[in-house]
């Protein structure tokens, strides 16, 4: 999985989410789904919220740091 955090992007703070051919973009402050592409699956999706859950104040600081 890649997690990325892209300049210029729009409010709210979020990550894009790559990998097995499917996207999906998290709420860095709700930890909720905002879309995706491809669907991942539900398991899928939830390992992926558990860790940004995990990382969340670390992602913040970055995007932070990239949106100032």
């Known amino acids: 999985m890649k997690f990325k955090i892209n300049e210029n992007d729009h409010n709210p703070p979020h990550v894009h989410v790559e990998g ?8 860095l402050i709700t930890l909720e789904v905002m879309d995706s ?11 992926i919220i558990e860790f940004v859950k995990l990382n969340q104040q670390h992602l913040l600081d970055k995007w ?5």
């Open 64 to 68: 932070e740091e990239t949106h100032d």
């Open 20 to 27: 097995l051919g499917a996207t999906v973009r998290i709420n």
């Open 37 to 47: 592409r491809t669907d991942f699956n539900k398991s899928t999706v939830n390992r």
